[in-house]
């Protein structure tokens, strides 16, 4: 027996009972939220790649990664004389932690919190080479060492490709549902709905002032 699929994506119904600008907003938040924060669909088929707090839900791999990397670099920055006299340690840090991405790509683990350790282990390594860049003392060297980041960074979004995030959707069988589950163009029509309604309520607004001018002229 498949397993029962819930989406958010199955419904083009906006919330427009009201017009005033603080809820227009909060619904268009609402709607491109996982775009924002969540960057795969918030269905179940993604729920290993996000995290849920409340009603709202974050990236598993980027909410991991640059926390770790701010805190990482915060610890750097508050004891940097300590690195600088002692870079080993910085060295030391990056090569095990480099480890853990060789070893996610190598298993591809499905459990978020698996994904949630290597991608920690990332920012981690990514802090400690952050730091290398800013102790070494030749700045050609600082160069050549960005460059190389810069690389990685890229090298891995080509491998990742432009549809990475919603390599399920592909085979789901939520696409022939009616409505057909398509999580951008749901978005998009949502979007649109709201768009459509402020249109509307402003050409009301401005009619009404015209008929307010032409009783008073």
């Known amino acids: 027996m498949e397993e029962e699929i819930s989406s958010p994506y199955l419904s083009e119904e906006v919330d ?3 017009s005033g600008p603080i809820f227009i907003y909060r619904q268009l938040l609402k709607i491109t939220a996982w775009r924002r924060f969540a960057h795969h669909p918030t269905c179940s088929v993604y729920k290993n790649h996000y995290y849920t707090i409340g009603k709202l839900h974050l990236c598993v791999g980027c909410t991991s990664l640059y926390s770790s990397i701010i805190l990482s670099l915060i610890m750097f920055f508050s004891f940097m004389n300590f690195f600088r006299s002692n870079p080993y340690y910085l060295a030391f840090t990056f090569v095990i932690g480099i480890l853990g991405p060789f070893i996610h790509f190598a298993i ?5 919190w698996i994904k949630t350790i290597f991608r920690v282990s990332a920012g981690i390594a990514l802090s400690a080479y952050i730091g290398l860049i800013a102790i070494v003392p030749s700045w050609w060297l600082r160069i050549v060492m960005f460059i190389f980041i810069a690389a990685g960074f890229s090298l891995y979004g080509l491998m990742r490709g432009k549809n990475a995030n919603l390599k399920y959707c592909k085979d789901c069988r939520l696409r022939s549902a009616e409505p057909p589950c398509f999580p951008h163009r749901n978005t998009n029509i949502r979007i649109e709905k709201i ?7 402003l050409e009301e607004k401005k009619a009404r002032r015209r008929e307010r001018k032409n009783l008073i002229e």
């Open 16 to 18: 427009l009972t009201k």
């Open 108 to 112: 591809r683990p499905k459990n978020k």
């Open 195 to 201: 768009n459509q309604f402020v249109a509307h309520n």
